[in-house]
């Protein structure tokens, strides 16, 4: 909860220095249109230097207001959510190539879902092949700016690729996977692990020592093996392929919202 407040503070923090405005008004603001739609969240005390309360939002009576962070479990970003995200997410790419900054964007002006901090990553494909990915694997900043900064790493950041030339702004396909938490898969023995994975549902993330590797669950479609998946992912994490059997890793899973530019605003990994 506390990791929550703190970014629940750099949120409101971020959207103050951006519009100008002080940040109570933008607090009660987000509130008003986030009690209508049933949101969870917590309290943000204005009297309070930067305070936020550990606790829940039970009334519209409250004094304070508050800033929410996450939908009722189940809720998904609308079609027109997601394509926004995608415009945002092109932007990024096409004005980090051409002149090497991040284009201008006024939060604003954004939806809500936008505001909440989520994790993300942003994969860029041409011709079918990867031609960069990179992402968050924790929340740490509001949707919209974790989309911009995923978007700029993925297309001059990614070190298995060359950056993206301006030549291949065309030819390239955009995909944003928004991410669920995280949460760690117990598991006794290697066959166990095998059997509590699920292909085309699960993203993992795999522990070995200091290095950590992760497959988004999109990556199914190439490797539907669970062995073979493993032995890939312990490569990407500088281990040997085996390893997971060997070295018994710590193993998380999570689920994403995939949608991308070919117009598949209903794809969906995961619950």
């Known amino acids: 909860m506390q990791s929550r407040a703190g970014a629940l503070v750099r949120a409101v923090t971020a959207l103050s220095e951006s519009s100008g405005l002080p940040a109570d008004p933008i607090a009660r603001t987000l509130v008003h249109l986030a009690r209508g739609l049933h949101w969870e969240g917590l309290l943000w005390t204005p009297r309070q230097a ?5 606790s829940h939002v039970h009334s519209a009576a ?15 970003l609308t079609p027109a959510e ?37 994790a993300c990553f942003v994969t860029l494909t041409k011709d079918g092949q990867l031609r960069g990915c990179i992402g968050h694997l924790k929340a740490q ?8 900064e995923n978007a700029r790493a993925a ?16 030819d390239l396909r955009i995909e944003v996977s928004v991410l669920t938490p ?4 117990q598991y006794r023995t290697p066959e166990e692990l095998l059997q509590r994975l699920r292909p085309g549902v699960d993203g993992v993330i795999l522990e070995i020592g200091s290095f950590t590797a992760t497959f988004l669950p999109q990556v199914w479609e190439k490797l539907p093996d669970k062995e073979q998946f493993l032995d ?3 490569l990407k994490a500088g281990a040997w392929p085996g390893d997971w059997r060997r070295l018994s890793p710590a193993v998380s899973t999570y689920q994403v919202e995939a949608f991308a530019e070919d117009g598949d605003l209903a794809a969906d990994s995961g619950s």
């Open 82 to 118: 997601r394509r926004l995200v995608l415009h945002l997410a092109r932007r990024a790419v096409e004005s980090v190539v051409r002149t090497g900054r991040l284009p201008d964007v006024n939060p604003t002006a954004l939806p809500l879902a936008l505001l909440a901090v989520r």
């Open 141 to 148: 900043m509001p949707l919209y700016q974790a989309v911009l």
């Open 232 to 234: 890939q992912l312990c």
């Open 50 to 54: 930067g305070g936020v309360e550990q």
């Open 155 to 170: 297309a001059v950041q990614d070190y298995r690729f060359e950056p993206v030339r301006p030549s291949e702004l065309e």
């Open 182 to 185: 995280a949460r760690p898969l």
């Open 62 to 76: 409250e004094e304070e207001a508050a800033v929410f962070l996450d939908p009722p479990v189940g809720s998904l």
